[in-house]
């Protein structure tokens, strides 16, 4: 069976803020829900119920047991040995219990348990106030039991019982002698006189007589085979009490050889039936008949000496018991001791736990609430004080968690309206970051607050080194009167100013037209400026380039025209007048027309093909064979030079138009032939990055190389070094370039010379 004492369980304490030299008290203790402990109060109540029930059930059986006089089904010493096996269980149940309990409380005070102190005070408290009266009680209960049981089987009481019973068996003595004495008289008279058939109304009369005469309540004479002859009763005797005797019960007197005695109960009274043989006393062959005499013993007297000899044996069967009720009595009484002393550390802990449980839910929800969990709610039912501080608690919690709910949607909603701007933020930074003019903002004090992608790489700075820098250090060393005039036009902008500016950028002049907005607040108050400028360097390029195309096909078309008739005039003269005009300046003059004729004639072929320059029409194929089939006439043409190509085996398909490119690849390869003047090193090669999916093109030389700012204008028409260079060819090759999509740079060359570097992207247009 569970006790049903058990306090809550506890769990390991938990050494949280405790301070030096002093353990923390245990407020981990789990605590059912108040269904469970409903039930464990019912399981409580009901054992202990049952407990005293079945104390007083086995009290009643043993004080109905030492009731001898009473008519109790305790007649065997079987059911006391059950009664004092079931006492001793009882009683090693409660000393369990009670121990348990007791050692209970005494390990949850070493423990220091949440409560234990309490209840150790509780359990010391009802223990004092339970134990002392209870032994007081129990010693003169045992003192009385003791007295009475001396008193119960004293000698006076079983010598009256003893002389009791010898009166009834004194009774009973005397009419079997009365009977014996009756029937040796009828049975020698009826021997001698009334046997013979002849005299069976004699026979009659005599037993008549004799009934009467010696006071008889029945005579009956049984013949030899067993069969009543003839009977006489007294008058107050019904003739229906006499039962015909079996003859085995006639048979047994002859055996006997004296009389055969039985007693019959008929109609609460004992029928004394006494049975002899005629002759008296002889055997069974020697039996002539048999004669029965009854006497009647009267209900009162047989109840009398019955219940004299059940008292009797009762009284033999309680004296074997005697120590067994004393030990049984000295049981029960300890049981009733323990289960006093029982319930009153039960009421001692159910007290302390109706205390202390509300107390550690409240510690425990303390120490929940602190580490956030507001959700904890307290089913302790108690109509105290402590209930009611249990309820506020439970308010206290519920109010608590309401306002963080309620400051976690604030917190939620200003989640996401910082995430909705966060995401705008990001949208503005792709969206900057993907424009292709650079963008920078500048605070009122004029430091830079922010620049996107296209501005770091058109300026050629990192964000991180410029960010929260004044803008003038954008400007890095550009010359003073430029970056004066810039600072002017940027503080006297007002709402928003545009004007073209041209700095150099990493040595190189790059144009850029730059438009400014002042960015004001609700107020109109200025909170910086925007700066947003495009690179027009390319563009400009690309004007130049169409004007100078322009400019190209006017002068073919206006030259052209007359070169013809000139030429054809100064031959016309050389044929006709050679002979006949004999100075040598006239064939001297005529022939230096020709040859200027001819060469302002390739002049003008030469803009004429820039101006009609061909569109290009790509498609897939192969690099390296263009290369080869360029290099093939310089290699055998230029013996002094050496050539050399380096190729990659990797290189992808490119989409190129074959003329165009070989084109622009004999105009490098002429410039690096020009470069090394006859002798030196020209070096091409191929490449392919597929990180960056570009194959690059390099032509090399190891001529003297290019000053940098010949570099800047290397592309523009009509721009040559050359005393006979029409200007033409670089931008020529430039345009080939950037008709397949495609970037031409110029480097130096290590440790001379210059390279030219082209980039294909592999997955150009068609």
């Given amino acids: 069976m569970t006790p049903p004492l058990d306090t809550p369980p506890t769990e390991p304490s938990q050494k949280t803020g405790s301070s030096p030299g002093r353990m923390p008290m245990d407020l981990s203790m789990k605590r059912p829900s108040a269904e469970a402990e409903k039930k464990r109060q019912k399981r409580e109540f009901l054992f202990i119920g049952l407990l005293v029930v079945t104390v007083g059930l086995i009290s009643y059986a043993i004080s109905k047991a030492s009731n001898y006089g009473a008519n109790f089904p305790i007649s065997n010493t079987l059911l006391m040995f059950i009664l004092i096996n079931i006492n001793m269980m009882l009683l090693l149940t409660l000393i369990i219990l009670v121990f348990r309990n007791l050692a209970k409380a005494y390990f949850d005070r070493r423990k220091k348990t949440m409560g234990s102190k309490l209840r150790v005070k509780l359990v010391i408290a009802f223990i004092t106030l339970t134990l002392v009266p209870t032994v007081v009680l129990f010693y003169f209960s045992m003192q009385f039991i003791s007295t009475s049981i001396?008193?119960?089987?004293?000698?006076?009481?079983?010598?009256?019982?003893?002389?009791?019973?010898?009166?009834?068996?004194?009774?009973?003595?005397?009419?079997?002698?009365?009977?014996?004495?009756?029937?040796?008289?009828?049975?020698?008279?009826?021997?001698?006189?009334?046997?013979?058939?002849?005299?069976?109304?004699?026979?009659?009369?005599?037993?008549?007589?004799?009934?009467?005469?010696?006071?008889?309540?029945?005579?009956?004479?049984?013949?030899?085979?067993?069969?009543?002859?003839?009977?006489?009763?007294?008058?107050?005797?019904?003739?229906?009490?006499?039962?015909?005797?079996?003859?085995?019960?006639?048979?047994?007197?002859?055996?006997?050889?004296?009389?055969?005695?039985?007693?019959?109960?008929?109609?609460?009274?004992?029928?004394?039936?006494?049975?002899?043989?005629?002759?008296?006393?002889?055997?069974?062959?020697?039996?002539?008949?048999?004669?029965?005499?009854?006497?009647?013993?009267?209900?009162?007297?047989?109840?009398?000496?019955?219940?004299?000899?059940?008292?009797?044996?009762?009284?033999?069967?309680?004296?074997?018991?005697?120590?067994?009720?004393?030990?049984?009595?000295?049981?029960?009484?300890?049981?009733?001791?323990?289960?006093?002393?029982f319930c009153a550390i039960w009421f001692a802990f159910y007290l302390a736990r109706s205390i202390t449980i509300p107390i550690m839910e409240l510690a425990k929800g303390t120490r929940r609430v602190a580490e956030g969990d507001l959700s904890f709610h307290i089913d302790v039912v108690a109509n105290d004080e402590i209930g009611s501080l249990v309820v506020d608690?439970?308010?206290?919690?519920?109010?608590?968690?309401?306002?963080?709910?309620?400051?976690?949607?604030?917190?939620?909603?200003?989640?996401?309206?910082?995430?909705?701007?966060?995401?705008?933020?990001?949208?503005?930074?792709?969206?900057?970051?993907?424009?292709?003019?650079?963008?920078?903002?500048?605070?009122?004090?004029?430091?830079?607050?922010?620049?996107?992608?296209?501005?770091?790489?058109?300026?050629?700075?990192?964000?991180?080194?410029?960010?929260?820098?004044?803008?003038t250090e954008l400007l890095g060393g550009q010359e003073s009167q430029t970056a004066k005039e810039i600072s002017e036009k940027l503080e006297n902008s007002g709402n928003g100013i545009n004007f073209p500016v041209s700095l150099a950028i990493s040595g190189k002049p790059r144009s850029f037209n730059v438009h400014s907005t002042t960015l004001r607040d609700d107020n109109g108050n200025p909170m910086g400026l925007v700066i947003v400028f495009d690179d027009m360097t390319e563009l400009e390029k690309i004007q130049r380039l169409a004007a100078w195309r322009e400019v190209a096909r006017r002068i073919a078309h206006e030259v052209k025209n007359p070169l013809t008739p000139i030429a054809l005039s100064a031959e016309r003269l050389k044929r006709r007048y050679s002979k006949v005009v004999a100075e040598p300046v006239f064939d001297e003059c005529t022939r230096t027309i020709i040859e200027h004729v001819d060469l302002i004639r390739n002049l003008v072929n030469s803009f004429a093909s820039f101006a009609r320059f061909p569109t290009a029409n790509p498609e897939p194929c192969e690099l390296p064979p263009i290369v080869e089939d360029c290099l093939v006439l310089y290699r055998e043409g230029l013996p002094d030079i050496e050539f050399t190509v380096e190729f990659v085996n990797d290189i992808p398909l490119l989409n190129l138009d074959r003329q165009l490119i070989k084109q622009a690849l004999i105009n490098l390869i002429e410039n690096a032939v020009a470069a090394v003047r006859g002798r030196g090193r020209i070096a091409l090669s191929l490449s392919y990055n597929s990180l960056k999916q570009v194959v690059t093109l390099e032509v090399a030389d190891s001529g003297t190389g290019i000053p940098d700012p010949v570099k800047a204008r290397l592309f523009e028409p009509y721009f040559s070094t050359k005393k006979s260079g029409t200007g033409l060819g670089l931008a020529i090759v430039n345009s080939i370039v950037s008709d397949h999509n495609a970037e031409i740079r110029v480097l130096d060359n290590d440790p001379t010379g210059t390279r030219f570097v082209i980039e294909f992207p592999v997955q150009a247009p068609a």
């Fill in 150 to 341: 001396a008193y119960w089987f004293n000698a006076p009481v079983e010598q009256a019982l003893e002389n009791s019973l010898s009166i009834g068996r004194e009774l009973y003595t005397h009419i079997e002698k009365n009977n014996a004495f009756f029937l040796d008289r009828i049975a020698y008279q009826l021997d001698k006189k009334y046997l013979s058939s002849s005299k069976k109304s004699a026979l009659s009369n005599y037993i008549v007589v004799s009934q009467r005469a010696f006071n008889l309540d029945a005579i009956e004479v049984y013949g030899k085979n067993t069969e009543r002859l003839t009977f006489s009763i007294s008058s107050d005797t019904a003739p229906t009490t006499l039962n015909l005797i079996a003859a085995g019960e006639l048979q047994k007197a002859a055996q006997s050889k004296g009389i055969h005695t039985l007693i019959e109960e008929s109609g609460g009274q004992e029928l004394i039936r006494s049975i002899a043989t005629v002759p008296f006393r002889a055997d069974r062959q020697n039996a002539r008949a048999y004669v029965v005499i009854t006497i009647r013993v009267s209900r009162e007297l047989v109840g009398n000496i019955s219940s004299v000899t059940r008292g009797f044996e009762e009284y033999q069967q309680i004296k074997l018991m005697k120590k067994p009720i004393r030990t049984t009595y000295f049981i029960a009484l300890s049981i009733v001791a323990l289960l006093v002393l």
């Fill in 393 to 471: 608690f439970n308010k206290m919690t519920r109010d608590l968690g309401i306002s963080r709910e309620q400051l976690a949607l604030s917190a939620r909603m200003l989640k996401e309206q910082n995430l909705e701007i966060e995401e705008q933020r990001q949208y503005m930074e792709i969206v900057l970051q993907s424009v292709s003019a650079g963008v920078i903002s500048l605070d009122p004090s004029g430091h830079v607050a922010t620049i996107n992608k296209s501005a770091e790489r058109m300026l050629q700075v990192k964000s991180k080194h410029v960010i929260r820098h004044h803008y």
